[in-house]
């Protein structure tokens, strides 16, 4: 009897205590969720739309709003958007996300004439044109004050905002004026915004097919733009491409957009009060985007942030981590090992946020090669750190408890920043130099 109990027995065992004959290391690395912070959230797609909670089927769709016909969802009234909130929590509770950075989509693609038979809801389905899409932020906006509205007798639903950081991204990024719109947002929703961006640079595929000026991180529009959030306290989110688009996998090209960004960081440190006024930056994506051909990306980053890593920190998000990470996982365990504190994750979802986990999932296995204690800050605690050292720095200078707010009478001067004196950058020549002779040598 004792003979035939024992493979029951241990099987009990095995159930109650799965990890008990397993290390440290090893319990960790075997389970498949982490505790994530997604640093790259869209909330709306490029049709301004988007999921929402719609569970009680108030709205045609089903229980995210999507339609069985063309794919769209419905355009919500106010009052109801803060829907989009609601199913964003869901989402981040079931893919154990604890904190998003969330924007709407800065771009409206066109539905021109020349595709009359099918809209296109990305931009790469069709060579139509996209434009700034102003009313973005007022779709974020509105969401969160109706999310407020609808639970302001539930503090535990009121609660679960401060894991939400939303940022402002409707906005022309080659207008000098566009700061004044940044300003009126956060005049019209105090206390919402933690973060300016995605700011579109050097999006070779989407910049080139926007109407108007190509934005470039040394513009004097957005030279205006990031001087202001340095002084209020408010990180700037960037997507400047390092490189041109490549035509084929074999094409490298070489990182001739960098001495743009360079120039950037280079005069928002220079500011009138010094270098803890300056400006944060987030770069997305690592400088990549697709059809990006860029060769030891890992060690132009190095350069990079070997100088300016007070100032920046770097989003993984999107195709960087299959086309660069992944097939160099040494090297950038590596890289982030010596910049521990400025790597972050992100998803990089365009309005269907129910996809959240299923999109941060992929990181595991960076994570997993991370050692413990750097693992943690990468996939949560880096990105907490921030939103958390710049609410406290708005909070000293008076300008909100979490979200930034501004006097009624603030305006930002019309004479500031309109001619900025880039300092002319040859980062990318010296590195490139460098990067030679090491290669020559071996």
Not at 241 to 250: Q, V
Not at 283 to 311: F, N, P, T
Not at 400 to 410: C, D, M, R, S
Request: hydrophobic fraction near 35%.
């Amino acid at each position: 009897m004792r003979t035939r109990a024992l493979p029951f027995t241990l099987t009990l065992l095995s159930l109650v205590f799965p990890f008990a004959a397993l290390a440290d290391n090893e319990v960790v690395s075997s389970r498949p969720d982490f505790e994530y912070a997604d640093c790259h959230v869209h909330l709306l797609d490029f049709l301004q739309n988007g999921e929402f909670l719609n569970s009680d089927m108030k709205f045609p769709g089903d229980n995210y709003g999507h339609q069985k016909k063309g794919g769209r969802f419905v355009s919500l009234p106010y009052g109801e958007r803060g829907r989009r909130i609601e199913v964003l929590l869901e989402s981040m509770n079931n893919g154990n996300v604890t904190n998003a950075l969330v924007s709407g989509m800065p771009f409206l693609k066109k539905w021109s004439e020349n595709e009359p038979f099918q809209r296109p809801r990305y931009y790469l389905d069709s060579p139509s044109r996209v434009k700034p899409a102003r009313d973005t932020d007022v779709s974020v906006g509105s969401a969160i004050i109706d999310y407020k509205v609808k639970f302001r007798a539930d503090q535990e639903k009121l609660k679960q905002l401060d894991r939400i950081h939303p940022s402002l991204c409707g906005f022309d990024a080659t207008d000098l004026g566009a700061v004044d719109l940044l300003i009126k947002r956060i005049k019209e929703f105090p206390g919402v915004w933690e973060c300016i961006g995605e700011v579109m640079s050097r999006h070779d595929d989407l910049t080139n097919l926007t109407t108007g000026e190509r934005p470039r991180a040394n513009h004097p529009a957005l030279a205006r733009v990031c001087r202001f959030a340095g002084e209020s306290h408010v990180p700037v989110s960037i997507h400047h491409n390092i490189a041109p688009i490549s035509r084929n996998s074999n094409e490298v090209k070489l990182p001739t957009y960098l001495n743009e960004f360079i120039e950037l960081i280079e005069y928002c440190r220079a500011g009138s009060q010094g270098a803890q006024e300056s400006t944060v930056f987030i770069w997305c994506h690592s400088g990549i985007s697709r059809r990006l051909v860029v060769k030891d990306l890992h060690l132009w980053i190095d350069a990079v942030m070997e100088k300016y890593s007070d100032q920046l920190y770097i989003d993984l998000s999107w195709v960087v981590l299959q086309d660069y990470i992944l097939p160099n996982l040494n090297e950038w365990v590596e890289l982030i090992k010596r910049y521990p504190t400025r790597f972050m994750i992100g998803s990089d979802v365009v309005g269907k946020v129910s996809n959240i986990g299923k999109s941060l999932k992929p990181y595991d296995k960076l994570l997993k090669a991370l050692p413990k204690d750097i693992r943690a800050g990468v996939s949560k605690q880096n990105f907490v750190g921030l939103f958390d050292e710049m609410a406290k720095k708005r909070k000293i200078k008076g300008l909100g408890e979490k979200g930034i707010v501004l006097p009624a009478n603030y305006g930002f001067s019309e004479k500031d920043h309109v001619r900025p004196n880039f300092k002319r950058s040859n980062f990318m020549e010296v590195n490139l130099k460098l990067l030679s002779s090491n290669d020559s040598d071996q």
